[in-house]
């Protein structure tokens, strides 16, 4: 499975994005996609994820409420649409997918994409 990241940039503390994640390959076997970050200094962090078949979704604490986690099966994409954006949602945001023979382990990595909220 390879995943591509886009639509991180630069936005002012309350503002919106919407990042995409394309998958392709074997995305037959994919059995969740998620969203983490890495924030300069600071250890990668779960955001959300989303199970492919079903579509039940988990955040984390910190963007529950502002972010929504969605995915277009047909097209192989998921988003994380972001509002309310705060300064430390600054980050590089990733997206990872998790495959059915290994449904709890984010094998699959896409490149990530920067987003930046200035205050």
């Known amino acids: 499975v390879q995943l591509q990241a886009s639509g991180g940039g630069l936005v002012q503390a309350g503002g919106s994005l919407r990042l995409s994640c394309r998958a392709s390959?074997?995305?037959?076997?994919?059995?969740?996609m998620g969203w983490f970050r890495q924030a300069p200094g600071k250890e990668r962090e779960f955001v959300a994820a989303?199970?492919?078949?079903?579509?039940?979704?988990y955040y984390a604490d910190s963007v529950k409420g502002r972010f929504t986690i969605s995915r277009d099966n047909p097209k192989n994409v998921v988003y994380l649409q972001m509002i309310t954006l705060k300064p430390e949602d600054t980050a590089v945001y990733y997206c990872?997918?998790?495959?059915?023979?290994?449904?709890?382990?984010?094998?699959?990595w896409g490149q990530g994409t920067l987003v930046t909220v200035s205050s």
């Open positions: 990872a997918a998790a495959t059915a023979t290994k449904p709890n382990e984010y094998d699959y």
């Open positions: 390959g074997r995305t037959f076997s994919i059995y969740a």
């Open positions: 989303i199970r492919w078949s079903g579509g039940s979704t």
